[in-house]
């Protein structure tokens, strides 16, 4: 089993800057994926960026040039660094662990963009 505990949400005003980081736990393989979904009220989950072991990178096109990814392998954490953020990034995000055929997800943190 894979444990995912987020933290570093809150509300920010518009053009702000939040830092999330997820931590994984339990039977973590060495080659994975990890990212960042968020869902707002009334929308469906989307992605917003991943990254593999490698340090390959999936990013959103309404985040680029705005949020960046990384990760720690050895402490098997992804970071999501939000830049200039916007009201409409306002939403639930979610860490995501993807390895084999498992998919493995956290609780979720609130980030809410507001003046």
């Known amino acids: 089993q894979v444990q995912l505990v987020e933290s570093g949400g809150g509300l920010v005003q518009p053009g702000g800057s939040l830092r999330l980081s997820c931590s994984a736990s339990g039977s973590i393989f060495s080659v994975n994926v990890m990212g960042w979904y968020r869902q707002a009220p009334g929308k469906e989950r989307e992605l917003v960026a991943r990254i593999t072991t490698r340090g390959n990178t999936d990013v959103a096109d309404s985040v680029k040039g705005r949020f960046t990814i990384s990760r720690d392998n050895a402490r098997n954490t992804v970071y999501l660094q939000m830049n200039s953020l916007k009201t409409e990034d306002t939403a639930v995000y979610y860490c995501?662990?993807?390895?084999?055929?498992?998919?493995?997800w956290g609780q979720g943190t609130q980030v809410t963009v507001s003046s």
């Open positions: 995501n662990l993807e390895q084999r055929t498992a998919n493995y």
